[in-house]
């Protein structure tokens, strides 16, 4: 599947995220978002598009490698690049969806890095973080039979701790589409055939310029806060609805391959 998002080197896109607790009670929650859409190989022609953002610095809004893959010391398309050797994919464009940091913050419970190979999606890699400063980058190729005209499904099984009422016997499904003006992206965990969580980001791509910078900063002045916010205050509620904490274990390893 061919990349729909070659120029500008960065742009947003502004949506909703929902999140739904299925199982095994009901629990259902909805926000708007603005996520950032980086390619890794033109960070200093993204750093030229506002006087608002800046890569590597602090501004009204930025962009900072070291905020992702925090496993590998060196640049971040070198760290990309070490986690898709096992799967001898040698990607030549690679995308970043993520949280702009605002203000100097930012959490990102998941960011997705789209690999491309010859014009084609080769390999996605789920960076997945939790509130424990824990992370876990699941390395997923796209096999045969993983794309077709309603998207990419992929499933690995999970590895790192994230929500404390979930138990980690699970396996995520992912489902998305190649960026394009539209961007939609599914995550379905389960236990054997039982759906427990889902969550959906769709979201409609704006440029990054000045405008659209002031645009989301005061309609989502603390975009940043209020996820974190968000996550704690959702637990709080869930823990009254009667669900109690699992163990949290150790640690995975930094990596793993779906």
């Not at 199982?23 to 890794?40: Q, S």
Request: hydrophobic share 45%; with cysteine; proline share 7%.
């Amino acid at each position: 599947m061919k990349p729909a998002l070659r120029e500008p080197s960065a742009s947003f896109y502004r949506g909703k995220v929902m999140h739904a607790r299925l199982k095994p009670v009901g629990h259902r929650f909805t926000y708007r978002v603005a996520n950032l859409m980086i390619d890794i190989d033109r960070l200093d022609e993204a750093g030229r598009l506002s006087r608002f953002f800046s890569v590597g610095q602090r501004n009204l809004m930025s962009f900072y490698p070291s905020d992702h893959a925090p496993h590998h010391a060196g640049p971040l398309r070198a760290a990309v690049d070490a986690m898709l050797a096992p799967t001898g994919i040698a990607a030549d464009h690679v995308l970043l969806l993520c949280y702009p940091r605002i203000l100097g913050f930012v959490f990102n419970p998941i960011s997705v890095y789209y690999c491309f190979c010859g014009g084609e999606l080769a390999a996605l890699i789920y960076e997945v973080r939790n509130t424990f400063g824990e992370f876990h980058s699941y390395i997923a190729p796209v096999r045969a039979g993983q794309a077709s005209e309603a998207g990419i499904r992929q499933s690995c099984a999970k590895q790192l701790y994230v929500s404390p009422f979930m138990d980690m016997d699970m396996q995520y499904h992912f489902r998305l589409r190649v960026p394009a003006r539209e961007l939609t992206f599914r995550i379905l965990e389960t236990s054997g055939a039982t759906p427990l969580f889902a969550a959906t980001f769709h979201a409609v791509r704006y440029p990054l310029d000045s405008k659209q910078i002031l645009r989301i900063f005061f309609a989502l002045p603390a975009m940043t806060l209020k996820i974190v916010a968000a996550i704690h205050g959702e637990a709080l509620r869930l823990w009254l609805k009667g669900m109690r904490l699992r163990v949290r274990p150790a640690p995975p390893a930094p990596t793993s391959l779906a």
